[in-house]
T-cell receptor, first 114, second 112 residues
Framework: DSGVTQTPKHLITATGQRVTLRCSPRSGDLSVYWYQQSLDQGLQFLIHYYNGEERAKGNILERFSAQQFPDLHSELNLSSLELGDSALYFC?????????????FGPGTRLTVL | AQRVTQPEKLLSVFKGAPVELKCNYSYSGSPELFWYVQYSRQRLQLLLRHISRESIKGFTADLNKGETSFHLKKPFAQEEDSAMYYCALSQSNLQGAQKLVFGQGTRLTINP
């Protein structure tokens, strides 16, 4: 599959824990975006990386952090988890870092915090 | 603040009837707008973007700057159009990096 991949598909954990979500962009795409989708907030932009560098930040909590590695995969780290962090986390990729280019989405990771 | 509003959470129409999914936006600059669709158990995918002015799967959307709207329309709905539809606004920061601001989404159901 040359599309955007995300692992794991599902994650169940307890409050206070830390988890890492992983995303591999489409082949050739240098930009990675992270979004959070929750019932009350809808789809919210978290952060954008291009070729390993942070490019834009949204309403990302300080407990959350991300990075993009030299092989262009990205990880979203969520720590001190709270019940309200339960959501679907999407990763998307695109070819460039600038301009209004199409973003290709992964299948998402569903995080449940108990 | 930039915002996208989709006033209808749910929309149900009969097969063959016209469909219109509403989207209104607020943006201080020149907007770049998209419609994304998510079919059951599939990932979010781009349906169309306003600058391309194309028709995809029979859907069209016209940007109306006066009414700050980007409504999605199809003259004759088909059962396979049943899905979740998201209107999105592309916003760039000072460095030119893009992010998408999404509406809450409208779940469209086409009844046979």
């Amino acid at each position: 599959d040359s599309g955007v991949t995300q692992t794991p598909k599902h994650l169940i954990t307890a409050t206070g824990q830390r988890v890492t979500l992983r995303c591999s962009p489409r082949s050739g795409d240098l930009s990675v975006y992270w979004y959070q989708q929750s019932l009350d907030q809808g789809l919210q932009f978290l952060i954008h990386y291009y070729n390993g560098e942070e490019r834009a930040k949204g309403n990302i909590l300080e407990r959350f952090s991300a990075q993009q590695f030299p092989d262009l995969h990205s990880e979203l780290n969520l720590s001190s988890l709270e019940l309200g962090d339960s959501a679907l986390y999407f990763c998307a990729s695109s070819t460039r870092d600038r301009g209004h280019n199409e973003q290709f989405f992964g299948p998402g990771t569903r995080l449940t915090v108990l | 603040a930039q915002r996208v509003t989709q006033p209808e959470k749910l929309l149900s129409v009969f097969k063959g009837a016209p469909v219109e999914l509403k989207c209104n936006y607020s943006y201080s600059g020149s907007p770049e707008l998209f419609w994304y669709v998510q079919y059951s158990r599939q990932r979010l995918q781009l349906l169309l973007r306003h600058i391309s002015r194309e028709s995809i799967k029979g859907f069209t959307a016209d940007l109306n700057k006066g009414e700050t709207s980007f409504h999605l329309k199809k003259p004759f709905a088909q059962e396979e159009d049943s899905a979740m539809y998201y209107c999105a606004l592309s916003q760039s920061n000072l460095q030119g990096a893009q992010k998408l601001v999404f509406g809450q989404g409208t779940r469209l159901t086409i009844n046979p």
